[in-house]
């Protein structure tokens, strides 16, 4: 494992820690803006990170998830994955370095996200509800402005670890070794 | 052979990629499949993860309480006024209570039907997080097996149920709420109790009745409490309310929803129902105190008391 793998883990627990925290703290009439900070992560790797690698730290990123979320294992890992290659795959087509546009790709990518969670309980839980809730649009708005420091965060981490002359996209870190 | 090998390793190196994030996306389906094995990699991770939540929670916890309770009191004067006036009223609805409870103790002597449910060990436990997505639907609670906590225990408030014990480590557990979309609830109709079940939807605010007779005669607003059984939530504690009754022309079950009595965004403490004695002093709840006033089990039912 490499220094920078071993950073974007213990960014994860961090930020796991920080979203199961923070709504406590919260007053109650906020709690329901609960922001998807390592949903926030798995986007920064997509646009950032080679296939392999990113897929490898994702699937992290959902496990954390699912440590929380008491239902079966691997519900949330996979969700993770599928959301890493989706925004992987179409890369090419964003410019999220940071500040706003990480926080619209944030906000679009978290309801895509609420909607795949819900068709896969639907899928494996029958009686699940299928309704647009309006509380995604809460926490995709959240995880919009949670993905502003997260980017900023895991941008500067990026940039202390790469060699001089080394630019951060698609594949950058590939292109580095 | 030697060709054959290096062709098989160039045609890996091409797909190396796919292979891979295959690989990854596939992962999570053996770990789906295999979520009866032993959780030990969990509990480590929520070992090492819940006290430093349980930290960040009493440290911030403790600031707002400084600034809280000795440097912002404006409106104290205020307040101090109208809970000196909530008080009286609930004084005066305690002391009609009391007599309801004798006159209840009467009436059941005269019956002959003396209460043999065994009384509920209550545990008060802190929230100290949720559940690290927005979509999960579960609580972490500041208590474990050091203090006599089990997997599958009923965990309450006194507004209603909240959930059961999933996952427990030393010091703390996991809650899975009724709202979970795995997660039934056997039910009783307060007024007629008619017989349903309370099933998760993945919404905090809505849940489907499930076998619910259509000639039980529910209506909006009927309050539901849980049914008792083994391995269920004790008998006669609230559920929620039934809303959107709908009496379909054919079948024998209506459709309805349930609106939880609890607000699960608001928690702060929560009560464990111990399945058996711990060595910690429970705190002296009264556990009629949860129950509405006319969730009293019915004449010839048990309360079922606290399961493994």
Known sequence: MTLRNLLIVCVCFLVAVLESTIPVLLPPFMRSLRADLLLAVVLYLALHDEWVQGAGLSFFAGYLSDLSAATPAGIYAFLAVLTFVIVRTTASAFRADGGLEAAALAFVASLIHALFATLLFKLLFSDSSLSLHIAWLGSAFATGLGAMPIFALLRRLDESLLPAGETLGPGARARAR | MQAQNAALNSLLRRYREVVFVGLFLTLPLFVYFLRDQKRWLDRALIAFTAPIEHAIVVAVGGVTDVWGNYIWLVHTRAQDMALRQEMLRQRAELQLAGEITTENARLRGLLELADKSAPLKLLAAPVIAVGASPHSHTLRIGRGTNDGVQAGEAVIAPEGIVGTITLVTAGYADVQL???????????????????????????????????????????????????????????????????????????????????????????????????????????????????????????????????
Not at chain 2, 208 to 236: C, I, N, Q, S, W
Not at chain 2, 285 to 307: C, E, F, K, M, Q
């Open chain 2, 178 to 308: 009724i709202v979970a979309p795995q997660a039934a609830v056997p039910a009783l109709s307060a007024r007629t109790r008619g017989r349903s079940t309370v099933r998760g939807t993945g919404d905090l605010s809505r849940c489907h009745l499930d076998y619910a007779l259509r000639t039980d005669e529910l209506v909006e607003g009927d309050l539901l409490v849980t049914a008792g059984g083994a391995g269920f939530f004790p008998k006669g504690l609230r559920i929620g309310q039934v809303v959107n009754v709908q009496k379909r022309a054919t079948g024998m079950f209506l459709g309805a929803e349930v609106v939880p009595a609890v607000d699960f965004s608001r928690l702060d403490e929560v009560l464990i129902v111990l399945s058996s004695p711990s060595e910690l002093a429970p705190l002296p709840v009264d556990p009629a105190s949860l129950r509405p006033p006319d969730a009293h089990p019915s004449p010839g039912a048990h309360d079922t008391g606290p399961r493994p």
